[in-house]
């Protein structure tokens, strides 16, 4: 089975750093899609970043600038760089894999997610 586990949310000051990681096992395809969405209180899932196995990389406006995803493949693990937080961007965080970018997504029976690690921004 394909497990996803989150990692590095925690508690920051506006304007800090935090770092998640998410470390996937299970998947054997050699193609895909890995991503961040995150939820707030009263808000839906929402995407803030995904790479797929190229390499290529997609940013929601928000984040451009601040938010740099990565993935170490040695390790099976997806980062998210987050720079300059502000209490916007409090949420909860999940890690998200597909085969392919365009089954990446909450309308998507496809994707995998992971449970989540919180992020509080004050």
């Known amino acids: 089975d394909v497990q996803l586990v989150e990692s590095g949310g925690g508690s920051v000051q506006a304007g800090g750093s935090l770092r998640l990681s998410c470390e996937a096992s299970g998947y054997t395809y050699s193609l895909w899609c890995m991503g961040w969405f995150r939820r707030a209180p009263g808000k839906g899932r929402e995407e803030v970043a995904r790479?797929?196995?190229?390499?290529?990389?997609n940013y929601a406006e928000f984040v451009k600038g601040r938010f740099t995803i990565s993935n170490d493949n040695a390790k099976n693990t997806l980062y998210l760089q987050m720079n300059t937080l502000d209490p916007e961007d409090s949420a909860m965080y999940y890690c998200?894999?597909?085969?392919?970018?365009?089954?990446?997504?909450?309308?998507?029976?496809?994707?995998?997610w992971g449970q989540g690690t919180q992020v509080t921004v004050s």
């Open positions: 790479i797929d196995n190229t390499g290529r990389t």
């Open positions: 998200a894999l597909a085969r392919y970018c365009g089954l990446l997504g909450p309308a998507s029976s496809s994707t995998y």
